[in-house]
Nanobody, 121 residues
Framework: QVQLVESGGGLVQAGGSLRLSCAASGRTFTSYNMGWLRQAPGKEREFVAGINWSGGRTLYADSVKGRFTISRDNAKNTVILQMNSVKPEDTAVYYC??????????????WGQGTQVTVSS
């Protein structure tokens, strides 16, 4: 099992940047595919970005492709979501997520508590 704690959310103006971090507990971090999902008010949770165990493969939702970058540091058990050129529609609670396995995925089994991102126009 893995515990996930997000940080870095906040208020940012449209066009600005924000960096979200996720710290994972446990010694088997490299056993997990990691990802970020988000949920806006009144909407279902949606996939944002995913990264495989080694960091060699990434996957993005079309809505964030070219603006967001996911990365991981396996030595520090950390996953980063770099958000650039943010838009008001990026406003949501962002969740770090994990799933054991080697195939990159958009479905996850473990979730953090979430961090609020608000983009003002």
């Amino acid at each position: 099992q893995v515990q996930l704690v997000e940080s870095g959310g906040g208020l940012v103006q449209a066009g600005g940047s924000l960096r979200l971090s996720c710290a994972a507990s446990g010694r088997t971090f490299t056993s997990y595919n990691m990802g970020w999902l988000r949920q806006a008010p009144g909407k279902e949770r949606e996939f944002v970005a995913g990264i495989n165990w080694s960091g060699g493969r990434t996957l993005y939702a079309d809505s964030v492709k070219g603006r967001f970058t996911i990365s991981r540091d396996n030595a520090k058990n950390t996953v980063i979501l770099q958000m650039n050129s943010v838009k008001p529609e990026d406003t949501a609670v962002y969740y770090c997520a994990a799933r054991a396995g080697i195939q990159i995925t958009t479905d996850y089994d473990y979730w953090g508590q979430g961090t609020q991102v608000t983009v003002s126009s």
